[in-house]
T-cell receptor
C-alpha cells in the first residue's frame, strides 16, 4: 500500500490568484497522477507526472493553467493558476503501487473554493 | 475510448438489506478494476482490486466480481449498515501498461436508512 499526504486539505482563494497543492508519498513511485473532482461529479484525470520529464496532460487541461512539478520520486506539486470560481473542486493526487495489475491509492484531497 | 458507467446513480435501502452495484466498461482490454468508497468531501478509499485474470474478490461483507469479456463488474454488499452510506466508484485501469491511467465511473450514491 501507499500513504499519500496532500497539503493543504482545503483552502478558500480569491479569483485571479494561484494555489499550489503538494503531494508526498511514503515510497518511490514512477508516476503520480492528478485528478479533479468537480462538485457532484466523478474524478477526471488532469495529468500524469513522471520524474525527470514534463507532465502529460489530458484533453482539456493545459500546462499554463495547471503547471506540475515532479522533482523526485516521492513528491509532486500541482498549481491551479489564475483561478476562477469554476476551478472550485476537490483535487486529488494518486499513485499506483505493485507490479502487474497495479492498485491505485489516493490522497485525501484538497478542497478548493474560489470566491 | 474507454467509458465507464455505473447503475444505479443513487440507491436508498433499509439497514440489513443485501444490495448490488453495477459497473460497465466499453473496452475489455484492462489490467484491473477497482472499487472505491468516497465519503462526502473526502478522498477515496480502495475497497477491492480485481486483476484482469480474476473473477472475484472478497473483503468482509463486500464481494466484487468481474466479467471482462462482457465489460461488467458488480459490487455486492451484504447486510448493509448505515456506515456503508457513501458514494461508490468503480475504476478500470492499465490499458497500454499496468501503470497506465485509471478511468472512473460516475459513481453510485448509497444511503442506508437505520
Amino acid at each position: 500500500s501507499a500513504v499519500i499526504s496532500q497539503k493543504p486539505s482545503r483552502d478558500i482563494c480569491q479569483r485571479g490568484t494561484s494555489l499550489t497543492i503538494q503531494c508526498q508519498v511514503d515510497s518511490q513511485v514512477t508516476m503520480m497522477f492528478w485528478y479533479r473532482q468537480q462538485p457532484g461529479q466523478s474524478l477526471t484525470l488532469i495529468a500524469t507526472a513522471n520524474q525527470g520529464s514534463e507532465a502529460t496532460y489530458e484533453s482539456g487541461f493545459v500546462i499554463d493553467k495547471f503547471p506540475i512539478s515532479r522533482p523526485n520520486l516521492t513528491f509532486s506539486t500541482l498549481t491551479v493558476s489564475n483561478m476562477s470560481p469554476e476551478d472550485s473542486s476537490i483535487y486529488l493526487c494518486s499513485v499506483h503501487i505493485g507490479g502487474g495489475g497495479t492498485e491505485a491509492f489516493f490522497g485525501q484531497g484538497t478542497r478548493l473554493t474560489v470566491v | 475510448k474507454q467509458e465507464v458507467t455505473q447503475i444505479p446513480a443513487a440507491l436508498s435501502v433499509p439497514e440489513g438489506e443485501n444490495l448490488v452495484l453495477n459497473c460497465s466498461f466499453t473496452d475489455s482490454a484492462i489490467y484491473n478494476l477497482q472499487w472505491f468508497r468516497q465519503d462526502p468531501g473526502k478522498g477515496l478509499t480502495s475497497l477491492l482490486l480485481i486483476q484482469s485474470s480474476q473473477r472475484e474478490q472478497t473483503s468482509g461483507r463486500l464481494n466484487a466480481s468481474l466479467d471482462k469479456s462482457s465489460g461488467r463488474s458488480t459490487l455486492y454488499i451484504a447486510a448493509s449498515q448505515p456506515g456503508d452510506s457513501a458514494t461508490y466508484l468503480c475504476a478500470v485501469g492499465g490499458f497500454e501498461t499496468s501503470y497506465d491511467k485509471v478511468i472512473f465511473g460516475p459513481g453510485t450514491s448509497l444511503s442506508v436508512i437505520p
